[in-house]
């Protein structure tokens, strides 16, 4: 069965720096599709990036980019220029190429320090 | 504005009483979801789905009801049988075929029990 770790509970960073979020995950497919989420405090959940594994070109939206090591089965988040807004519950998802199941992550808490 | 639709946001349930959460979307997907998400873990997949009148289980489906009538609807009743369902729930959908596109969430419904 699929499995997305992400192994830091929580995470801190001062305003301005740059945090990296990890992520592992399990899968002994070949073709899926990987997203970051982010989930303030009003608990909507919102996409804040994705990577397809066919891709070796790293994803980038803005002050997110992403470090995706399919052979290390790694994806880690960048969030750079940190904010205040920034502050949320980060999951990271899994889906494989045909399914409708999104498989997260435990989640890391982000706290921005001003 | 497009978008999804949950509602109520908050719901208290007495012992033994079926409740009903409502999901709304004029997004025109065609798959939609219902989560639950309970404090410290990530999201777990209730039922899924893909088009009208038809809908599958998730992997936490055991004492819950879906239908799906109407494109735009997707209801959940959470019946007696469900005996832990406090928790946050949240519905998503996601439209096209393609594999990389995402879920987008509504703002949740948090359900309590009396």
């Known amino acids: 069965a699929q499995t997305v770790t992400q192994s830091q509970p929580e995470m801190s960073v001062q305003e301005a720096e740059t945090v990296t979020l990890s992520c592992t995950y399990d899968t002994s497919e070949s073709d899926y599709y990987l997203f970051w989420y982010k989930q303030p405090p009003s608990r909507q959940m919102i996409l804040v990036i994705r990577?397809?594994?066919?891709?070796?070109q790293n994803a980038t939206e803005n002050r997110f980019s992403v470090n995706f090591q399919k052979a290390a089965k790694s994806f880690s988040l960048k969030i750079s220029d940190s904010q205040l807004g920034d502050a949320a519950m980060y999951f990271c998802?899994?889906?494989?190429?045909?399914?409708?199941?999104?498989?997260f992550g435990q989640g890391t808490r982000l706290t921005i320090n001003p | 504005d497009g978008g999804i639709t949950q509602s109520p946001k908050y719901l208290f349930r007495k012992e033994g009483q079926n409740v009903t959460l409502s999901c709304e979307q004029n997004l025109n997907h065609d798959a939609m979801y219902w989560y639950r998400q309970d404090p410290g873990q990530g999201l777990r997949l209730i039922y899924y789905s893909q088009i009208v009148n038809d809908f599958q289980k998730g992997d936490i489906a055991e004492g819950y009801s879906v239908s799906r009538e109407k494109k735009e609807s997707f209801p959940l009743t959470v019946t007696s049988a469900q005996k832990n369902p406090t928790a946050f729930y949240l519905c998503?959908?996601?439209?096209?075929?393609?594999?990389?596109?995402?879920?987008?969430f509504g703002d949740g419904t948090r359900l309590s029990i009396l």
């Open positions: 998802a899994y889906r494989t190429q045909g399914a409708q199941k999104l498989v």
């Open positions: 998503a959908s996601r439209g096209g075929p393609w594999g990389n596109q995402p879920q987008h």
């Open positions: 990577q397809e594994a066919y891709k070796q």
